[in-house]
Nanobody
């Protein structure tokens, strides 16, 4: 029922910019955390940036000062603004979210935290 869909990837020249989007749809109460990961061919998936508690951001050293993660409070979407792209940045970029979900098992209801992944969007950097 919950879907996480990334978009915005593509081909860009070194030094260029891209803005990735992550749209979350379905039934949930809130987005607790958003993370962007990337995976290049032959390499392990690595964390690029995270946003928790609505405003706490963290970045991998290799993107600090170049990438910005954001999530407008009134949207079920998150973004990764990528500037000054380098030849080392090409990868499939994945959005990972933690959602606050209300589970109802009559007569009880409780809050659960559930994790979801998107299928990724490809970023290519080449001149």
């Amino acid at each position: 029922q919950v879907q996480v869909v990334e978009s915005g990837g593509g081909l860009v020249q070194p030094g260029g910019s891209l803005r990735l989007s992550c749209v979350v749809s379905g039934t949930f109460a809130d987005i607790n955390a958003v993370r962007w990961y990337r995976q290049a061919p032959g390499k392990q998936r690595e964390l690029v940036a995270s946003l928790t508690d609505g405003f706490i951001t963290n970045y991998a050293d290799f993107v600090k000062g170049r990438f910005t993660i954001s999530k407008p409070s009134d949207e079920n979407s998150a973004y990764l603004q990528m500037n000054s792209l380098k030849p080392d940045d090409p990868a499939v970029y994945y959005c990972n979210v933690n959602l606050r979900v209300v589970i109802t098992t009559t007569p009880w209801s409780y809050i659960d935290d559930q994790e979801y992944w998107g299928k990724g969007t490809l970023v290519t950097v080449s001149s």
